[in-house]
């Protein structure tokens, strides 16, 4: 049995092999490999296209989704080891998650930090929680990290450029009202990295730099590609000749829990926006985001709107990915 909760812990070779059969779904239909099977999706936050591509894509290949929002339509839930549960909680994760193994055959979670304290979240502990107690696979639908969203990602740029590998991958910060998970940056600097991109990291000063348990592993995989992971604060710089542009806002960990210090901060960045101008520095790079995106605050409607635009299809992909991510995990056949 094997867990899906970073992409740190897969091999290139098997992520592309899960890649290549979600690009099969994506050619050839639905088919019925999950007949029978069922998968519980657990949401601690909000979803729109995690929700909606987990269910879906569970009902395209014959398998049931039981989708579940502890505090509110299910018992709130204590992960805390000994604990002496005279609190909110109703039942801990070694039961819920032991007997949904008992009930399904996959565990979906989406848990984001609790943005009090990063050396607790950063230990990941209601995943973590999960995993060591379920008795089937469990998926990260999006924690401190987003593998399911690296993995949309990749499709899209494998769609659209064919070999990754060598090609200029920017990742840039962007302003917003609010202070974001740093998952999908962690992610996105993973996956790059992984594949052989050159990676440069574009943030607005150190505050913004991501764990450097992410900056280390990118560092670690560019080593082993022989490639460049570079990390700038200056704009012309990053964009000059890049083929992709990722887009992500996040908080700055320095000041994790203290938004009413970082917001000045933040505040001085708005300019780092994507726009056509910068745009215009790369070597016709697409641009993608992971979605929501603020029209106007993270890029504008022109980048949007324009062909080079591809978050529209990493989004779709994500179902493509995780049909293939629940099928390769159930242990089904090709």
């Not at 050396?119 to 999960?130: C, G, H, M």
């Not at 070999?163 to 740093?182: D, Y």
């Not at 001085?268 to 029209?295: G, W």
């Amino acid at each position: 049995m094997r867990h899906f909760l970073s992409t740190e812990t897969w091999q290139q070779h098997e992520l592309q092999a899960i890649l290549d059969r979600a690009a099969r779904y994506k050619r050839d239909g639905h088919g019925a490999d999950l007949a029978g099977k069922s998968i519980a999706l657990l949401f601690f936050n909000p979803s729109m296209r995690t929700r909606t591509s987990f269910e879906l894509g569970a009902f395209q290949l014959g398998a049931h989704a039981i989708v579940l929002q502890p505090g509110r339509d299910a018992w709130p839930v204590e992960f805390a080891p000994g604990v002496v549960m005279d609190g909110e909680a109703e039942e801990h994760v070694a039961e819920v998650a032991r007997v949904l193994s008992r009930y399904c055959d996959l565990i979906a979670v989406r848990a984001f930090p609790k943005f009090r304290d990063w050396s607790a979240d950063r230990e990941d502990p209601v995943l973590s929680a999960f995993a060591e107690y379920a008795q089937v696979p469990v998926i990260n639908m999006e924690s401190i990290v987003h593998p399911c969203q690296e993995l949309a990602l990749m499709l899209t740029l494998q769609e659209r450029l064919g070999q990754v590998a060598g090609k200029k991958f920017l990742l840039t910060w962007t302003w917003h009202p609010k202070p974001l998970n740093t998952a999908v940056a962690n992610s996105a600097l993973l996956i790059a990295s992984k594949f052989g991109m050159q990676l440069t990291l574009l943030c607005p000063e150190q505050a913004y730099l991501p764990d450097h348990r992410y900056l280390d592993a990118a560092r670690a995989a560019a080593d082993a590609h022989n490639t460049r992971f570079e990390v700038t604060h200056d704009i012309d710089e990053a964009y000059h000749a890049a083929d992709v542009v990722y887009a992500k806002s996040w908080g700055a960990l320095p000041y994790f829990g203290r938004w009413e210090d970082e917001q000045p901060v933040r505040d001085q960045y708005r300019h780092f926006i994507v726009d056509e101008e910068k745009m215009a520095k790369t070597n016709n790079a697409i641009f993608s985001h992971c979605l929501p995106l603020r029209r106007n605050v993270k890029a504008t409607d022109a980048v949007m709107d324009a062909d080079y635009c591809v978050a529209i299809d990493e989004a779709e992909n994500r179902l493509h990915v995780q049909k293939a991510l629940m099928t390769t995990l159930a242990g089904e056949k090709e």
